[in-house]
């Protein structure tokens, strides 16, 4: 399999991560030291959620080759998901340091230093990041969560705005946008954002939760009702929706 085609099966969220390891596995059985393989098969770990595996696939791919920025980068993400902030730092500073543009890399420290809410710098890198990469809507959605953090809904808004424009049916910068309206009370807008967050995302109960809030809001207890009752199909133990669907009158809505 070539590079390309294992990447265009990394990149199909149809084809069940299993399928691109035992394919990946096929090429390194035949070239145990393909760098790309290692980086690809790693990748595929991640998605199946392997991190472990993940790490050790990168690993080796570094150790073939120390200059590959990416699969540093891939680690470094690895390391994120797993809290572990300071190897990710060095990952990231590492692909950084080969690859000075690297525009991912910038992305993926700024969510550290996010997590750390280290938050001047993170905005800095996350900043950096549209420079070299003005269309990814990554840095605009995690610089627009910044904003919140810090209060700041309406430099939120900008950046979830262009993060939702550059990709409509994502589901978390709508459901973002959705919380920065609430605290702003446009409830109608933050009803519509959560609507699209809750249908584009399987069990997304906590969207469903925040629309019955929003419908709350806009004084429709009705679709308060709807919009509890879905979140609650699907996680029953869901309070914010059961209190909810209870103050907003339940069947006789």
């Known amino acids: 399999m ?4 294992a990447a265009d099966r990394l990149n199909n969220p149809q084809v069940d991560p299993r399928n ?8 390194l059985a035949k070239n145990p030291r393909d760098a790309s ?3 690809l098969r790693g990748t595929a770990y991640g998605q199946a959620g392997d991190g472990e595996r993940a790490i050790a696939d990168f690993s080796a791919a570094i150790q ?16 994120l998901k797993m809290g572990r902030y300071d190897a990710a730092l060095a990952d990231y500073n590492q692909a950084l340091a ?3 543009d690297y525009a991912g890399a910038y992305v993926g420290r ?8 280290n938050y001047p710098l993170a905005v800095a890198d996350l900043s950096k990041a549209i420079e070299l990469k003005p269309d990814d809507p990554a840095p605009y959605y995690s610089r627009g969560l910044i904003h919140q953090a810090m209060n700041d809904h ?9 993060a939702v424009n550059y990709r409509p049916d994502a589901p978390d910068p709508h459901f973002a946008r959705g919380q920065s309206y609430m605290v702003m009370q446009d409830y109608k807008k933050a009803f519509e954002d959560f609507q699209v967050a809750g249908t584009n995302k399987v069990n997304n109960y906590e969207a ?6 929003a419908a709350e809001g806009m004084g429709d207890r009705k679709e308060a009702a709807v919009a509890y009752k879905r979140a609650l199909q699907i996680n029953r133990e869901s309070r914010v929706a059961s209190e909810g669907l209870r103050r907003v009158g339940g069947e006789d809505a």
Do not use: C, E, H, T
């Open 2 to 5: 070539s590079d390309q085609r």
């Open 20 to 27: 691109n390891i035992a394919s990946i596995s096929q090429v």
């Open 37 to 39: 393989a290692l980086n």
């Open 64 to 79: 073939i080759n120390p200059q590959f920025y990416q699969a540093y980068n891939n680690r470094a993400l690895i390391y």
């Open 98 to 100: 080969i690859k000075p």
């Open 110 to 117: 700024g969510n550290v230093y996010k997590d750390q809410r």
């Open 154 to 162: 309406r430099n939120a808004l900008d950046d979830l705005n262009v």
């Open 208 to 213: 469903w939760a925040a629309a019955g809030q």
